[in-house]
């Protein structure tokens, strides 16, 4: 059986990461072979790429061709093997993250975003996208409750991320078929149904 590309998406701090490792121990238990990786990063360039990503200052352009540079690279060395492979790929982030926070966030265009989402990854999408949306003052407060330094998007006020979260819901209700919103804001375990019924459904 052909393997899936799933992608987790949302505003930071809204909690995916608990759900990525509940999703890739629940494929493993149905015996599906799964590749776990991120955006930024993904490859040795990839992760090269990521540092600078969330810590140099850069041109909003410099920040989405290189968003898409990494992507190449990703898709190149691991997405398209592993699924040719026939295992699923689980990754944290894909394009629609360039459109939230490069696109609602930093304010480039829709027509420059497409055209390099063009020519990078054509027709190709992930067969499903779960959007963990969340309001950004409860997603701050779920950061700042790590203790960890914020890194240069974290860094970003909450208008910034009201704008992200807005392009999240737009992207949503653009493709709703294959991007499904996941009420972040609920309880762990209510998280875990809302996901255990969309990846069923898959
Ligand atoms: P993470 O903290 O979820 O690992 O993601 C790294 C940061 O990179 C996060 O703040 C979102 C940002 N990002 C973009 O701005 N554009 C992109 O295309 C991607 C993949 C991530």
Known sequence: MAGKFIT??????????THIAWLLAFLRSAGHPVVATREPGGTPLGEKLRELLLSEPMHLE?????MFAARREHLDK???????????VVSD???????AYQGGGRGLSRDKLLALEEWVH??????????FDLDPAIAAQRLAGTGNAPDRFEREPAEFFAAVRAAYL????LDPGRVRLIDAGRAPEEVRVQLERIVADL
Do not use: C, H, M, N
Request: hydrophobic share 45%.
């Open 8 to 17: 987790f998406e949302g505003i930071d701090g809204a909690g995916k990461s």
């Open 170 to 173: 737009e992207r949503a209700a």
């Open 93 to 99: 982030r894909f394009s629609d993250a360039t459109y």
């Open 122 to 131: 054509g027709g190709f999408q992930p067969d499903l996208t779960l959007v």
């Open 62 to 66: 410099t920040e989405a061709l290189l």
């Open 78 to 88: 691991l997405i398209r093997p592993a699924l040719a492979r026939g295992e699923w």
